[in-house]
């Protein structure tokens, strides 16, 4: 059990280590087992976008071999192959990776969801509590997979928009709903003030969603006491939404690096909240995508208000 | 018996997942694992819905919803895809290849019944689905 445990989380940081390695669209690191059964031992593949890296695992080799056999407890073959930034952001590579990831997240977050539901029989408790967490964590990872797969979407280029017209104020009061239980438990206050002019917008819903999901998750994770506002107007062809909290805030010369992917501001603040930085950073690519603009406005230590534009574009007749 | 759900998927952990929450809910759930199987059992069974993975062995799920929609006595089965390529445009590809709906993988089982039976509404209402 503990060897198992070890295994998979020596696994798990090779992908970590590849997928984080700076310069790489979407690398990953694959744990196969090789056709002749599961005496034969695993088949680690690692894919990198780099030839150095790739040429630095191949001088690691033999040691590198070794240490997995030994956490594996089982003989391991390790392979590599180089990848061509172009070659990893192949939408096809990218859905088999998005599908790969998802598919074991599946099996823990349903299995999790069934077990909380009752459904395999009373949990006690500490069962619960601890059931529960998994399923946190779960979700969390799910987020960080699918922002890291976004990220790569964008960066190459390859992220496709959809148009269609759908009702703004809907979709905000949708997501703030959405928000309202953990800002509950908080003990935030958590209000939307839409602009009666606000209606149809005429863009990527998906997209928009998420953005609007980032910003409320941001304000939610960076506020431990007082409210969170979400506010909706028009200007110049535009719709103005504007989430402001009375979180922890930024320093003014920190600004610009919130929307660096994998930055988090300050070491002891990313010790308390965790997380990869990805929200912003994904939220400025997709409204640049969109025709959209983000800024921010903060005080140390007071809160923040974080504004997009998104053009109304009201589809053609 | 609410109804029979026919549910071709070839992960072994997913596809127990989905019957156990479908029988748990009153179904019969009948079970392909490939989509050679899936077509076959659907015209033997005639099921009320169709969960339908995409990436399948023998032939892919876009491929079963295609052959599906040519049967004329299995044209009102709604048929939900339900995968992780969560791509963009995949939900258009699943639509297009003559599935009613689309749930995302990983499933979330507070919702999923949910999901399930909205499309089982619609065909009961002699909606043509979304």
């Known amino acids: 059990m503990q060897e198992k445990r070890r295994s998979n989380g020596i696994l798990f940081l090779i992908f970590l280590l590849v997928l984080l390695f700076p310069g790489f669209s979407a690398p990953a690191a694959e744990r196969k087992t090789l056709p002749e059964g599961k005496d034969a031992g695993s088949h680690i593949l690692i894919i990198t976008s780099q030839p150095y890296v790739t040429k630095w695992f191949i001088s690691l080799d033999h040691a590198f071999s070794e240490s997995i056999h030994k956490v594996l407890s089982a003989p391991a073959k390790v392979s590599y192959e180089y990848m061509d930034g172009k070659k990893l952001a192949d939408p096809r590579f990218l859905a088999t990776m998005s599908h790969e990831l998802r598919t074991p997240l599946n099996s823990i977050i349903g299995f999790t969801g069934i077990l909380l539901q009752g459904l395999v029989g009373p949990l006690n408790d500490e069962q619960r509590k601890q059931l529960q967490w998994v399923r946190t964590s779960a979700n969390h990872l799910l987020a960080l997979i699918s922002d890291i797969l976004d990220i790569s979407k964008i960066e190459a280029g390859k992220l496709q928009l959809s148009r269609e017209t759908f009702d703004l104020r809907a979709a905000i009061d949708k997501i703030v709903q959405t928000f309202r239980p953990l800002t509950e438990k908080k003990g935030l206050r958590l209000e939307a003030a839409i602009a009666p002019e606000v209606g149809e917008l005429y863009s990527d819903a998906r997209r928009v969603e998420q953005i609007n999901l980032n910003l409320l998750s941001n304000a939610a994770k960076f506020t431990d006491a007082g409210s969170i506002t979400v506010s909706c107007t028009t200007e110049d062809g535009k719709y103005l939404i504007r989430v402001a909290d009375t979180g922890i805030g930024v320093k003014k010369d920190q600004i610009d690096e919130m929307f660096k992917p994998f930055r988090h501001i300050d070491t002891g603040l990313s010790r308390k909240y965790e997380g990869t930085g990805l929200r912003l950073s994904i939220c400025k690519k997709l409204l640049e995508l969109l025709g959209g603009e983000i800024g921010v406005e903060s005080e140390w230590q007071r809160g923040t208000i974080v504004t997009v534009s998104i053009p109304v574009e009201r589809r053609p007749t | ?130």
């Open chain 2, 1 to 130: 018996m609410k109804g029979r759900i026919l549910v071709i998927e070839d992960n072994e952990q997913n596809l127990y997942l989905v019957k156990f929450i479908l029988e748990n809910n009153g179904y019969e759930v009948c079970e392909a694992r490939d989509g050679r199987e899936g077509i076959e059992m659907a015209e033997k069974i005639k099921p009320d819905l169709i969960l339908l993975d995409i990436q399948l062995p023998v032939m892919d799920g876009y491929a079963v919803a295609r052959t599906l929609r040519t049967k004329p006595d299995l044209a009102k089965v709604p048929i939900v895809a339900v995968t992780s390529y969560a791509m963009a445009g995949d939900r258009e590809k699943a639509i297009a290849a003559g599935c009613n709906g689309y749930i995302e993988k990983p499933i979330n089982p507070d919702i999923f019944m949910q999901q399930v039976e909205q499309q089982l509404c619609l065909r009961a209402d002699g909606g043509e689905g979304k």
